[in-house]
């Protein structure tokens, strides 16, 4: 098989599945459907906006976000009017407490008092569509929010052994502690979560074991800084601003950046209720395009200390902007005497195609809660991918969006991943990832 073919494979729980892996790629990938696709989408829409057709089937929806800098393509989105460029003048983005609140109110709907969609952890949707972490709620990924920009930070006990992307550093400090009877506790924010992932995918590369060696509790992103300041934890993992805040409260120091171990990373979603998606695929479509378009606007350097003014607001993180802004522009003080500038692992809001859903990603996410037993070997993933992951959404909404040709991918996977510990994952042959790591639950 060529590389091309390769690379668009996707995978079930036996490997390769022909349904998603050539059916639906070749639907969706080739280059002639995606001409006929975008075709289309142009017929629909000849003037790049509903204009000369039908346009939302509602004006509005509810949409949930956590106070983290990776929310902004929404918070922009509503605060410079895209949603109502697009004919969704009513869309509400409204702050959930914690995943979990989010989680709940997903369950919910905004019929019945929760949301409608959200900013979400990339797993959180295949939780939710499977009925593992509560109520079954099927769930559709729209976009990609962002690329990078998570971290790990620590207490400042652990610079006398200088832990940095090499957890293994802190073996030392850990047996001590453990020694003499203490806890070695450490914070995510939701089990099986991204942050959750990133911190285990840490530490087992330093031969730590994260279910053994440690205690990993879950703590909403806000409060990670309050709770390290307690001396509840001693390390935490979650996206920004909550490390520049950390280090500004000369509480800690950032470890490693999250797109230090895994170049331009997937990170968090948009995702929304796949029943309000069904019920409206012209609204699905015109949202999406309203969050391409800010995350377009969020990666201008341009406008990199607006939108730190911004998301730093009262309605939305209520944070410094100036807590904000440097890791943003890629300035990284990371708190124990490094500084990175121009880091090639800042988040990305659309550079890198960070805003499309690539399918390989998702079968990552999968494969890595499966190694943790957060997801039962058993799953078909090619399976479940197809009915998550609406990449064909995300296409007619560049479109809308008028974004150009050449930045539309057209496959599904962006290919064989590589981790800073030397692993490797191939999409189509995620077994062999799995059997080349030393921990894990499987």
Known sequence: MNEKNKDDR??????????????????????????????AVNSAFPAGAFAAGPGPEVKGAKLGFIALTDASPLIIAKELGLFAKYGMPDVEVLKQASWAATRDNLVLGAAGGGIDGAHILTPMPYFLTLGTIGKATPMNILARLN??????????????AKADINSAKMMGIIARRKAAGNKITMAMTFPGGTHDLWLRYWLAAGGIDPDKDV?????????????????TMEAFCVGEPWHDQLIS?????????TG????NHPEKSFAMRADWVAQNPRAAIAITAAVIEAQRWCDNP??????????????????????????????????????????PFKMKFWAANASFPWKSHDLWFLTEDQRWGKLPMTLNKGAVIAKVN???????????AKVPAGQIPKGESRGVEKFFDGKVFDP???????????????
């Open 10 to 39: 996707c995978d079930t729980d036996q490997g390769c599945s022909s349904t998603l892996g050539r059916r639906n790629f070749l639907q969706l990938g080739g280059a002639a459907a995606t001409t006929a696709l975008l075709g």
């Open 147 to 160: 690329v990078n920009g998570q971290g790990i930070s620590v207490e400042k006990e652990y610079m006398t």
């Open 215 to 231: 205690e990993l509790i879950t703590v909403p992103p806000p409060q990670m800084v309050a709770n390290m300041k307690a001396n």
């Open 249 to 257: 409260q000369k509480l800690g120091y950032t470890a490693v950046s």
């Open 260 to 263: 230090q171990m895994w170049m």
């Open 302 to 343: 341009a406008n990199t200390a607006r939108l730190a003014a911004i998301i730093g607001g009262r309605d939305w993180l209520k944070v410094a902007p100036s807590d904000i802004q440097d890791r943003l522009a890629g300035t990284f003080n990371m708190g124990d005497g490094r500084i990175f500038n121009n880091a």
């Open 390 to 400: 609406r990449s064909d959404i995300w296409r007619k909404a560049a479109t809308l």
């Open 428 to 442: 189509g042959n995620p077994a062999a990832y799995l059997k080349s790591l030393a921990i894990k639950r499987v």
